[in-house]
Protein backbone atom coordinates (compact mmCIF):
# COMPACT_ATOMS: atom_id res chain seq x y z
CA UNK A 1 0.00 0.00 0.00
CA UNK A 2 1.09 3.65 -0.18
CA UNK A 3 1.38 3.77 3.60
CA UNK A 4 4.08 0.70 3.71
CA UNK A 5 5.89 2.40 0.83
CA UNK A 6 6.17 5.97 2.67
CA UNK A 7 7.09 3.96 6.04
CA UNK A 8 9.86 2.31 3.71
CA UNK A 9 11.11 5.38 2.05
CA UNK A 10 11.33 7.03 5.41
CA UNK A 11 12.97 4.08 7.39
CA UNK A 12 15.53 4.31 4.45
CA UNK A 13 16.16 8.23 4.82
CA UNK A 14 16.67 8.30 8.33
CA UNK A 15 19.00 5.31 7.73
CA UNK A 16 20.79 7.29 5.57
CA UNK A 17 20.93 10.48 7.78
CA UNK A 18 22.41 8.71 10.92
CA UNK A 19 25.01 7.03 8.62
CA UNK A 20 25.91 10.67 7.39
CA UNK A 21 25.27 12.34 11.07
CA UNK A 22 27.65 9.56 12.48
CA UNK A 23 30.35 9.57 10.33
CA UNK A 24 30.47 12.88 9.68
CA UNK A 25 34.25 14.56 9.58
CA UNK A 26 32.23 17.90 11.49
CA UNK A 27 31.28 18.14 14.65
CA UNK A 28 27.06 18.39 14.74
CA UNK A 29 25.20 18.78 17.77
CA UNK A 30 21.56 18.93 17.65
CA UNK A 31 20.28 21.34 20.44
CA UNK A 32 16.78 22.22 21.82
CA UNK A 33 15.79 25.60 20.40
CA UNK A 34 13.60 26.27 23.50
CA UNK A 35 16.38 25.13 25.67
CA UNK A 36 19.26 25.31 24.25
CA UNK A 37 19.69 21.83 25.59
CA UNK A 38 21.89 19.23 23.68
CA UNK A 39 20.20 16.84 22.58
CA UNK A 40 21.97 14.91 19.96
CA UNK A 41 25.95 14.91 19.17
CA UNK A 42 27.81 12.85 16.48
CA UNK A 43 31.04 11.05 17.71
CA UNK A 44 33.34 13.69 16.70
CA UNK A 45 31.47 16.16 18.78
CA UNK A 46 31.81 14.55 22.11
CA UNK A 47 35.69 13.08 21.48
CA UNK A 48 38.57 14.87 23.66
CA UNK A 49 39.33 17.09 22.31
CA UNK A 50 42.36 19.62 22.58
CA UNK A 51 40.89 22.68 24.46
CA UNK A 52 37.71 21.11 26.09
CA UNK A 53 34.51 22.95 25.50
CA UNK A 54 32.51 23.89 28.01
CA UNK A 55 28.57 23.66 28.27
CA UNK A 56 28.50 27.37 29.00
CA UNK A 57 30.60 28.38 26.26
CA UNK A 58 27.74 27.18 23.70
CA UNK A 59 25.33 29.10 24.96
CA UNK A 60 27.04 31.84 25.59
CA UNK A 61 27.94 31.83 21.22
CA UNK A 62 24.03 31.74 20.97
CA UNK A 63 23.00 28.05 21.16
CA UNK A 64 21.04 28.58 23.87
CA UNK A 65 18.36 31.11 25.73
Known sequence: TQRKQAE??????ESR???????AAAAIMVH????GEIVEANR???EPRKRP?????????????
Open 17 to 23: FRTLFNS
Open 8 to 13: AALRES
Open 32 to 35: DKDT
Open 44 to 46: RAI
Open 53 to 65: CRPERLTRRGFGP
